[in-house]
């Protein structure tokens, strides 16, 4: 069955530093997405993106984030300056864009830990 | 600010019972709601969408959607212990084609 995957599974940084996270979503799935959660609170949406451009993004996705599709299969999000209210999982989802039936289905994350 | 609502929990259900996890949702215009079971340290695992009122089955689980009400609620027969998990509520908001809303989760223990 496909899925998708990320990489790493665990990150750690320094403040200050960059960090790229790396997902690959579904083959045939057109729309990308980034979700956080930090230790213990709500999943939240950070931004989706397709057709190679962000289609909408909250207000947590300033702008130290940055996203990328650099090939035809990867999706990547950019921390560029990390700072300690980083730490959280980072999941990408990825949907296939069925209307009322499109359905999100996520990686396994990544874990950053912002020292 | 459009807000999903869960009790946090924990719910404890014996093993072979219903059990019964519900949502309230503030946006009247929004369109799909999903439900998504988060195992500790995992990610969140969709079980289930509904977008039209009424009851939709599938297996041992039954989603329940009251757009007047502004509620949906997720039915579990004959729970079994690996149903313990975080149960996640999701809603796609009348504004947004992309994103999801997500409640805080309802903690499920089922007892054996």
């Known amino acids: 069955e496909p899925e998708v995957t990320q990489t790493p599974s665990h990150q750690v940084t320094q403040m200050g530093q960059e960090v790229i996270l790396r997902c690959v979503p579904i083959?045939?799935?057109?729309?990308f997405y980034w979700y956080r959660q930090i230790l213990g609170q709500k999943v939240e949406f950070l931004v989706s993106?397709?057709?190679?451009?962000?289609?909408?993004k909250s207000e947590i996705f300033d702008d130290q984030f940055s996203v990328e599709r650099p090939d035809g299969s990867n999706f990547t999000l950019k921390i560029r300056s990390t700072k300690l209210e980083d730490s959280a999982m980072y999941f990408c989802?990825?949907?296939?864009?069925?209307?009322?039936?499109?359905?999100?289905?996520f990686g396994p994350g990544t874990r950053l830990t912002v020292l | 600010q459009k807000e999903v609502e869960q009790n946090s929990g924990p719910l404890s259900v014996p093993e072979g019972a219903i059990a019964s996890l519900n949502c309230t949702y503030s946006?009247?215009?929004?369109?799909?709601f999903f439900w998504y079971r988060q195992y500790s340290g995992k990610s969140p695992e969709l079980i289930m969408f509904?977008?039209s009122n009424g009851d939709k089955e599938d297996g041992r689980f039954t989603a329940q959607l009251n757009k007047a009400s502004q509620y949906v609620s997720l039915l579990i027969r004959d729970s079994q212990p690996s149903d313990s998990a975080t149960y996640l509520c999701?809603?796609?908001?009348?504004?947004?084609?992309?994103?999801?809303?997500w409640g805080a989760g309802t903690k499920l223990i089922i007892k054996p």
């Open positions: 989802a990825s949907s296939d864009g069925t209307g009322l039936t499109d359905t999100q289905y």
């Open positions: 083959s045939n799935h057109l729309y």
């Open positions: 993106f397709y057709n190679n451009e962000i289609s909408e």
């Open positions: 946006d009247r215009g929004s369109q799909s």
């Open positions: 509904i977008y």
């Open positions: 999701a809603v796609n908001p009348m504004d947004s084609n992309y994103q999801l809303i």
